[in-house]
């Protein structure tokens, strides 16, 4: 059974700081893209960010570029996701994501809430 488990958001002031952590398990996980996609109330879902299996490719929003940071730790089964100066519009529930095609799509975690608000 897959499992994407997200963890850290909460509730932060603008130009403030997140962590979120998706931990994965009944899958391979170093053979799967990992992402993170996000999505705002009366909007669509989109990709903020993703990276390659081998971790040597990665994508982002162009308005999460110089801001948000991916990473993965295959020990640990798990991917990353830095938000730095964050504004109010990243106001959104954040799923993880894997799968092998670009940017992953077949696997989805249940989302964790992200609230920027002074």
């Known amino acids: 059974q897959v499992q994407l488990v997200e963890s850290g958001g909460g509730l932060v002031q603008p130009g403030g700081s997140l962590r979120l952590s998706c931990a994965a398990s009944g899958i391979v996980f170093s053979t799967n893209n990992m992402g993170w996609f996000r999505q705002a109330p009366g909007k669509e879902r989109e990709s903020v960010a993703a990276?390659?299996?081998?971790?040597?490719?990665?994508y982002f929003l162009d308005s999460a570029k110089y801001r948000f940071t991916i990473s993965r730790d295959s020990a640990k089964n798990t991917v990353y996701l830095q938000l730095n100066s964050l504004r109010f519009e990243d106001t959104a529930v954040y799923y993880c994501?894997?799968?092998?095609?670009?940017?992953?799509?077949?696997?989805w975690g249940q989302g964790t809430q992200v609230t920027v608000s002074s």
């Open positions: 990276i390659s299996w081998s971790g040597r490719i990665t």
């Open positions: 994501a894997g799968g092998s095609n670009w940017p992953p799509t077949r696997h």
